[in-house]
């Protein structure tokens, strides 16, 4: 009778817990998985370290010690433990490289380390040399997207997704200044590029956008739009626009920028965020949708408009950075099929963002150039997890994010709230969206984006 009731009692007390793990794996994190983790790694450190090849063989000198003094031969050494360190989702663990040892190791054994931690997800970090990272996660981040509150860093740098490692993904265009975006349909490529204007909304930016599918997408955000083409003909109009108002900035530049004796170094500029405020132009990003439609003709005039549209992008891409124009250009497929011209502006877009896609090809669209393992990752992305994505740039270094659900009755609220920040720039004025714009209420509403999954 004892017994039974001791086995109820255990019931009682794990059915909650598991439940309570299933149902909130964040909660259960913070209340359990900290010290059941941190116990895990600290009690079984050396044996994984050994297990997993990261140990290296004692210095001579110990040896030759051990010798002479005829005790046991001293024991092969795991990386030092610098320091232990627990998050909300997860833990980061510092380590001592021992001599010989390097940070593709670590790398090549996040797997092994993974399972023999019995943790979701390890990823390995070179911080500075000898010094290495491992990032871990307790539960799978990604499953339902939360994302946490940060500080904004500068009106340019835009939190969108949840990185795997439980880190906020930024799209900083001040680094990473024109990106691509690939992904099948419905794969959440759309739902990525409306995070991005609702976090760019509430900034001083001029929000320029191209959607071919007749304005589907961007259209019911254009109250917060500067100009808006929904065909290609308009697309044209719009970047020759682009370009002239990109030549009168840099006409601006070089009228400010101050190259005498007398200036300090510190005050000659090159760029806008190097001219004073008060004549500071307003930044641009141009969001493009169905980059294709751009590209593809069947007439002569069509092929003559075509190419005057990939000239102007092309352009717009090598030169707009110091104009600060930056470019968002998303599509389903982004390769040379398209024609000619399209691989010199892939070669300018150095972020790199891939939903699902359904080839192979479609991947090395992407990330073939830079990072074979990031095309691999990227096909093995579930169709029944829209929203997940590979992102990655030009130096190679990627990593899985997902980012949350928006709605687009959120989204085109947070726009028209936002109405009132729209610039006026002379050259783009014709193309303004010909919409009302509502009177500003005092309801104020928050920054963050919805936190739901998709």
């Known amino acids: 009778m004892d017994a039974l009731k001791v086995a109820l009692l255990l019931v009682a007390v794990v059915a909650p817990v598991l439940v309570f793990r299933w149902r909130r794996p964040a909660w259960y994190w913070m209340a359990f998985g900290i010290v059941f983790a941190v116990v895990r790694v600290l009690v079984r450190y050396r044996s994984v370290m050994e297990a997993c090849g990261l140990t290296v063989p004692p210095p001579r000198w110990r040896l030759t010690l051990a010798r002479w003094s005829r005790r046991e031969v001293p024991e092969w050494r795991a990386p030092r433990i610098l320091r232990i360190r627990p998050t909300r989702t997860g833990l980061v663990l510092r380590l001592r490289l021992r001599p010989g040892q390097d940070a593709y190791d670590f790398s090549a054994a996040s797997d092994r380390l993974r399972h023999s931690l019995a943790m979701y997800n390890v990823i390995a970090k070179e911080v500075r040399s000898g010094v290495v990272e491992l990032r871990m996660t307790g539960y799978d981040v990604l499953k339902r997207v ?74 019911p955000l254009a109250r917060r739009f500067t100009a808006l083409a929904d065909n290609p003909e308009t697309a044209a109009d719009v970047l020759a626009a682009l370009v002239r108002y990109m030549s009168r900035i840099y006409d601006l530049i070089r009228r400010e920028q101050g190259i005498s004796l007398d200036v300090p170094d510190a005050e000659i500029t090159a760029n806008i965020w190097d001219l004073p405020r008060h004549l500071r132009p307003v930044p641009v990003v141009l969001l493009v949708d169905e980059v294709a439609e751009l590209a593809l003709y069947v007439t002569k005039d069509e092929e003559r408009r075509r190419d005057q549209i990939i000239t102007d992008l092309v352009r717009l891409a090598q030169l707009g950075r110091a104009a600060g124009i930056y470019l968002e250009i998303c599509g389903q497929r982004f390769g040379s099929e398209l024609g000619k011209g399209i691989t010199m502006l892939r070669a300018q877009l150095t972020g790199r ?99 739901s999954a998709f």
């Open 146 to 219: 939360r994302m946490p509150a940060v500080r904004d860093e500068h009106p340019m740098c835009v939190p969108v997704a949840l990185r795997e490692d439980g880190q906020v993904f930024c799209r900083d265009y001040l680094q990473v200044p024109h990106a691509l975006n690939v992904g099948a349909t419905q794969s959440g490529k759309s739902v990525y590029l409306r995070n991005l204007v609702v976090g760019l909304a509430t900034h001083r930016v001029a929000l320029v956008g191209i959607d071919c599918k007749n304005g589907v997408e961007l259209a």
């Open 353 to 451: 963002t891939a939903h699902r896609v359904n080839d192979e090809t479609s991947a090395n669209m992407a990330f073939g150039d830079i990072a074979q393992d990031a095309a691999l990752a990227t096909v093995r992305i579930a169709a029944d997890r829209p929203g997940t994505a590979v992102a990655g740039d030009s130096s190679g270094g990627w990593v899985r994010i997902r980012t949350p659900h928006l709605s687009i009755r959120r989204a085109v609220d947070v726009c028209n709230a936002n109405a009132h920040r729209t610039p006026d720039i002379g050259e783009l004025a014709p193309f303004r969206p010909a919409v009302p714009v509502p009177p500003l209420t005092g309801k104020v509403l928050p920054k963050s984006t919805s936190a």
